[in-house]
């Protein structure tokens, strides 16, 4: 696979993110083989699937590929958008998937890392939903996986950094 590698051990296994010049930018090719990894992961029995970035990785995933974008100022993300299928494939899994954050996790990474079973980061884990400053409106679903993982009172004490 071009943009991942996957490895299983001792029905352990990991897809790991492996686009770093693009900051893992989540693009439907990246997409595809995370998507068939995970199907391929659960044929071969693995009982946990861990998808995490290079490591050391600054940024995770830098989220949706924004090239990809179909129309702008308009959500992307329609049921048979990539991400959403890749989003409903981790959803599905009936092995536990563990999201290992290391570095920025940024846009539809977000949703992509909080619809996982369990979120593991480091110290030097953050996030960043950021389609607004791109001029694109955030998706519901996305807003719901959001506020779903990390709960509504959490999630209205976030905020942006001030301006400098």
Request: proline share 7%.
């Amino acid at each position: 696979m071009e943009f991942i590698t996957v490895a299983l051990s001792e029905f352990i296994g990991t897809i790991t993110l492996n686009h770093d010049r693009k900051r893992n930018a989540l693009g439907r090719a990246l997409i595809s083989e995370v998507i068939k990894a995970l199907n391929d992961l659960v044929y071969q029995q693995a009982r946990v699937i861990v998808l995490r970035a290079n490591p050391g990785a600054k940024v995770w995933s830098a989220g949706y590929d924004v090239r990809e974008f179909p129309q702008p100022g308009r959500d992307p993300l329609t049921f048979d958008d990539p991400l959403e299928q890749a989003i409903r494939a981790i959803q599905r899994c009936p092995a536990p998937v563990i999201a290992m954050l290391e570095g920025g996790v940024w846009g539809g990474a977000c949703e992509l890392a909080f619809v996982c079973d369990i979120l593991i980061g480091t110290e030097n884990t953050s996030f960043a939903i950021t389609p607004a400053r791109l001029g694109i409106p955030y998706n519901l679903t996305g807003i719901l996986h959001v506020l779903n993982k990390i709960g509504m009172s959490l999630a209205g004490r976030c905020s942006a950094p001030p301006s400098r």
